[in-house]
């Protein structure tokens, strides 16, 4: 079945230590991005990779990393987690084209 | 930055009525989507629409897209309480995709 998986769904941690959200897809998509949802503000994209070894900052980077050394799986990696990185994070993926995106489902993270 | 602005934000139907939603975008685009999203769930793409296109049909779902309004329409006929979800638009121009905050409909049986 073709997928996108996010681990953990569910997460609390205390300010300042360190966290990584898995996401692996089994589509062999070239693309993969991650969002947060905050209410009010729909998805933000935070990073985005088109490939192997190639990511780039979305519009809200800050307080994140992310790597690329597969192509199916894109972690993203909160070094120091802070309180407004409190929300609900998916990872999408596409193939290059029409560029429609495939969610995982979500990961709710709070941070203390 | 949004790109798609959905309008309403929230619409409260009957089962059987029609649902309409509305997206606005600024810039440029290859192509509009709609993705639906039951609650904290991950998000569904249900239709794409290209920019030389000017209308397209899904089951119950028609999707209209006006480039020089830089506008785009979502009809849901003979809505149902299943149908009970965030809507949500995105722009894509060339990989970079935008979605906006969302409609929340509300099907009541």
């Known amino acids: 079945e073709a997928q996108v998986t996010q681990n953990p769904r569910y997460l609390i941690t205390v300010t300042g230590k360190k966290l990584t959200v898995t996401c692996s897809q089994n589509?062999?998509?070239?693309?993969m991005s991650w969002y947060r949802q905050d209410p009010g503000l729909g998805l933000r994209q935070i990073y985005y990779?088109?490939?192997?070894?190639?990511?780039d900052k979305g519009d809200v980077p800050e307080g994140y990393k992310v790597s690329r050394k597969e192509k199916r799986n894109f972690p993203l990696i909160l070094e120091s987690p802070s309180p407004n990185q409190t929300s609900l994070y998916f990872c999408?993926?596409?193939?290059?084209?029409?560029?429609?995106?495939?969610f995982g489902a979500g990961t709710r993270l709070s941070v203390l | 930055s949004q790109q798609g602005e959905e309008d309403p934000q929230a619409l409260s139907i009957q089962e059987g009525e029609n649902a309409t939603m509305n997206c606005s975008y600024k810039t440029s685009i290859n192509n509009l989507q709609w993705y639906r999203q039951n609650s904290g769930r991950g998000l569904v793409h249900l239709i794409l629409?290209?920019?030389?296109?000017r209308e397209k049909h899904s089951g119950r779902l028609r999707v209209t897209l006006d480039t020089s309004k830089k506008s785009s329409s979502l009809l849901i006929t003979a809505s149902r309480a299943a149908d009970t979800a965030s809507y949500f638009c995105?722009?894509?121009?060339?990989?970079?995709?935008?979605f906006g905050a969302g409609t929340r409909l509300t099907v009541k049986p």
């Open positions: 999408a993926s596409s193939s290059r084209g029409e560029n429609i995106q495939y």
């Open positions: 589509m062999n998509h070239e693309y």
């Open positions: 995105a722009t894509d121009a060339d990989n970079d995709m935008r």
């Open positions: 629409i290209r920019s030389n296109e």
């Open positions: 990779s088109m490939n192997v070894e190639v990511t």
